[in-house]
């Protein structure tokens, strides 16, 4: 008999055909994420599944799905599953690393130009109709090339903005728990600093840690305070790396001058504080959505499924040691 699979969403036709192909796939297919009680419902009887991080999957649901064997998350983060408590059942979890990096990268650098340039506020006003002449002093930002960027979290999205920043003829600092080996600091041109100096001499920081216990909160008033008043902080990783409150509080009182947001604390829900800050670009969690990439994901996220279901290794598992112990 074929495995079965709950998928959460509708995926793009190739990974759709793909599962199918080869399991019984139970498609919720509205665009609202399942409540959770009827999650639950359908994965009691499911051998797999295939999730977005809209889905919550925590020890309580992975308790009444007996026969799980894999979480295939259609992402690169995977917070919104309790690891601890799948690797326990000899749950795999697998996420979607790679194939969304550069895409990723390139969103937020995309961020990172808007807020300094005020492209958004620039586009409002067009369509407000105020154009009405060129005008000498019409919003000036801050110029990008020739500056300092400060990358925190130094892993595949992190390198891929220092990529970047050669480009923009951009110095490149940066800080992660770990350093990278000197072939890469070499090669990216980047210099790895101690998080304070990071802050005080970065004229843009960009985050690119996975949201931990250790990552919550990376950046607060203490830290805000460091950075320069002429500085931007670009966050396109989770929004809850940021006190998004105190983040309001600085960008109202002025220690930094702007910040350009794809996530958010406590996501869908904005600070209300944010709403009104000309200072601040506001995406909605979208850096990864190319069309490209989030099909790739979505086909990556179905093949890590597929491999465990048929006892193979995943090609991108986040918990591996639950393979290695059964193989
Ligand atoms: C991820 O992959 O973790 C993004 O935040 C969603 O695409």
Same mark, same amino acid.
């Given at each position: ?88 059942r000899g749950i795999v979890v697998t996420n979607t690393p ?10 937020? &650098? ?25 005008? &000498? ?82 950046i607060g008033a203490d830290e805000l305070k460091m950075m ?26 002025? &220690? ?40 790739k994901m979505a086909t990556l996220a179905v093949e890590n ?23």
């Amino acid at each position: 008999m074929p495995a079965s699979i709950l998928m959460t969403r509708t995926l793009p036709d190739e990974a759709l055909a793909l599962a199918r192909a080869r399991a019984t796939v139970d498609l919720h297919s509205g665009p609202q994420p399942l409540p959770k009680s009827e999650l639950a419902a359908r994965l009691g009887d499911k051998d797999g599944m295939v999730c977005l991080i809209t889905d919550t999957i925590d020890a309580q649901t992975l308790a009444g799905a007996p026969r799980l064997r894999v979480i295939a998350n259609v992402a690169v983060g995977y917070n919104n599953i309790d690891v601890a408590a799948a690797t326990a059942r000899g749950i795999v979890v697998t996420n979607t690393p790679d194939v969304l990096t550069e895409t990723t990268a390139d969103f937020a &650098w995309a961020l990172l130009m808007a807020t300094a340039r005020r492209v958004v506020e620039g586009d409002r006003y067009v369509r407000a109709g105020k154009f009405t002449r060129w005008e &000498w002093d019409l919003l000036w930002g801050a110029d990008v090339h020739g500056k300092t960027l400060g990358i925190l979290g130094f892993g595949r999205i992190g390198r891929a903005m220092a990529r970047r920043a050669r480009g923009f003829a951009v110095r490149v600092l940066y800080h992660d728990a770990l350093r990278a080996d000197l072939a890469a600091e070499r090669d990216l041109a980047a210099t790895f600093v101690d998080k304070a100096t990071l802050l005080k001499e970065s004229d843009f920081v960009t985050l690119h840690t996975p949201l931990l216990p250790e990552t919550h909160h990376l950046i607060g008033a203490d830290e805000l305070k460091m950075m320069k008043r002429t500085a931007y902080l670009i966050n396109a990783a989770r929004g809850p790396i940021v006190n998004e409150a105190q983040l309001v509080q600085a960008l109202k009182d002025g &220690w930094i001058a702007g910040a350009g947001l794809d996530v958010y604390e406590e996501e869908p829900k904005i600070h209300p504080g944010l709403f009104s800050l000309p200072s601040v670009v506001l995406a909605p969690h979208i850096a990864s959505a190319s069309y490209e990439t989030r099909g790739k994901m979505a086909t990556l996220a179905v093949e890590n499924c597929l491999a465990v279901l048929e006892g193979k290794m995943p090609p991108t598992p986040v918990n591996p040691e639950v393979l290695r112990k059964s193989h």
